[in-house]
């Protein structure tokens, strides 16, 4: 029988995030025009142009001046993660692109959720929304990967990820103690605030990411062979 009761996965170990980077957000700059002025005064569009700050709310222009600004610089704020989600939506409707799994996270989160009995949870600085949506437009095995998750978290209904603070909040939200969880995360601060919450958690190297120091490796277990190291230990 498997030692943890729940495995929370950051987006970055199953999908690159060259995706989100070099494919969706590109996708949202690139559509938001036509997308803002043709939803501006739809009553369902309303709730989430008026998550915005005030004072860029009162034309299409000041709103898409302040997402360019806020999106140029980074900064990661809920109203424009929110936004984002709506573009991203219409993109995958339209077929435009799907999320690329990495090809040994389908079997495995499949294993984990039908075989092991495991609750698999998503944690992302990415919208809720967003999330199902990636999930749901995938190139793997299945498409349509959402049935094997039980739930999704982001900074607005958990916190933000660094803080140990937001591991709290998931393990009360589900009702599965901290130690019971294991935590995969391609950032390590991300995975040492979850330890300090009480759950189990690794590093997962994958293409692209950032050279770990030495202290990293000693301090965190790492996962350099995908998902099927994690199940040959879980």
Not at 109 to 122: A, M
Not at 155 to 183: C, D, H, M, Q, R
Not at 192 to 216: F, H, S, W
Request: one cysteine or more; aromatic letters at 12%.
């Amino acid at each position: 029988m498997p030692t943890y009761k729940a495995i929370l996965l950051d987006i970055g170990t199953v999908c690159s995030i060259s995706f989100v980077r070099d494919v969706l957000f590109p996708y949202a700059i690139a559509a938001l025009p036509g997308y803002i002025r043709s939803e501006w005064d739809s009553p369902s569009f309303r709730p989430y142009r008026d998550a915005f700050p005030e004072d860029v709310r009162d034309s299409p222009e000041q709103l898409m001046s302040y997402v360019r600004e806020v999106s140029e610089k980074d900064i990661k704020v809920s109203c424009l993660k929110q936004l984002q989600g709506l573009i991203w939506e219409s993109g995958y409707r339209d077929g435009a692109y799907q999320a690329p799994i990495y090809p040994d996270v389908f079997p495995a989160i499949k294993h984990w959720s039908e075989e092991l009995g495991l609750t698999v949870d998503i944690y992302s600085s990415g919208s809720v929304a967003a999330q199902k949506l990636l999930f749901q437009h995938t190139d793997a095995e299945v498409s349509d990967m959402t049935k094997y998750f039980s739930g999704y978290f982001d900074t607005v209904s958990a916190g933000p990820k660094t803080e140990a603070a937001s591991y709290k909040i998931i393990a009360e939200k589900t009702g599965i103690n901290a130690a019971s969880w294991l935590f995969l995360s391609d950032n390590v601060k991300e995975v040492a605030a979850a330890k300090q919450a009480g759950m189990d958690a690794a590093i997962v190297v994958r293409p692209g990411n950032a050279p770990l120091n030495p202290e990293d490796k000693d301090a965190h277990r790492v996962v350099e062979n995908g998902f099927d190291e994690v199940t040959a230990w879980i």
